[in-house]
């Protein structure tokens, strides 16, 4: 599954223009990064590259869960923590570092 399109983004923020379509991608990339390092993975859009063994494709739940956080950071405009919401979408693919230790 792809990330968000811009036009998703707006829909979700509920903006008719694409004058904030800078500050929506910002706040893409900075959800993708927060959904990483809470999941312990790299997420990707189609492959997992060879070597990757905990990769992830983003999946429909995940790419919910960074319309969430964008949406909220764009209504908030702050980076301020997201809400649970987010960590409860991610939470079923995420990697305990308890688990990475061990291996």
């Known amino acids: 599954m792809q990330l968000p399109t811009v036009e998703e983004l707006r829909l979700q923020c509920r903006i008719d223009i694409d004058d904030e379509d800078p500050l929506l991608l910002g706040y893409l990339t900075a959800a993708k990064e927060k959904a990483s390092n809470y999941l312990n993975r790299n997420l990707y859009e189609s492959d997992v ?54 291996c």
């Not at 070597?51 to 429909?60: A, S, V």
């Open 49 to 102: 590259p060879d070597g990757d063994n905990e990769g992830l494709i983003i999946t429909p739940i995940i790419k919910l869960a960074l319309m969430l956080a964008v949406g909220f950071w764009y209504d908030t405009r702050e980076l301020k923590k997201v809400p649970q919401g987010f960590y409860d979408l991610l939470s079923d693919y995420r990697i305990s570092l308890m688990r990475i230790k061990q």
